[in-house]
Nanobody, 114 residues
Framework: QPQLVESGGGLVQPGGSLKLSCAAS????????MSWYRQAPGKERERVAV????????NYADSVKGRFTISRDNTKNMVYLQMNSLKPPDTAVYYC???????WGQGTQVTVSS
């Protein structure tokens, strides 16, 4: 059973930064397309970033483009989301996903507030 465990969420002031991490295990991570999603209260889950298996291709939601960066380390089975210039609308639970495998982490809360 694939396992994904997120960490790094928390409370940050507007304009601040956070780096989320996701530890993957029990599947062929280096072959997997990996994504970060988020879900705010009362809203649908939104994909914010995706990265190819070798890290050579990335794609971002328009709402985070230029502020968020997805990366991965296939030697450590880790995927990251660097979030800069955070805004209150970025407040959500953030999930790591190996979407094509149907695998999701438990989520980590990010709150942007002064």
């Amino acid at each position: 059973q694939p396992q994904l465990v997120e960490s790094g969420g928390g409370l940050v002031q507007p304009g601040g930064s956070l780096k989320l991490s996701c530890a993957a295990s029990r599947f062929s991570f280096s072959r997997a397309l990996m994504s970060w999603y988020r879900q705010a209260p009362g809203k649908e889950r939104e994909r914010v970033a995706v990265i190819s298996s070798d890290g050579g291709w990335t794609n971002y939601a328009d709402s985070v483009k230029g502020r968020f960066t997805i990366s991965r380390d296939n030697t450590k089975n880790m995927v990251y989301l660097q979030m800069n210039s955070l805004k209150p609308p970025d407040t959500a639970v953030y999930y790591c996903a190996a979407t094509l495998l149907g695998s999701w982490g438990q989520g980590t809360q990010v709150t942007v507030s002064s």
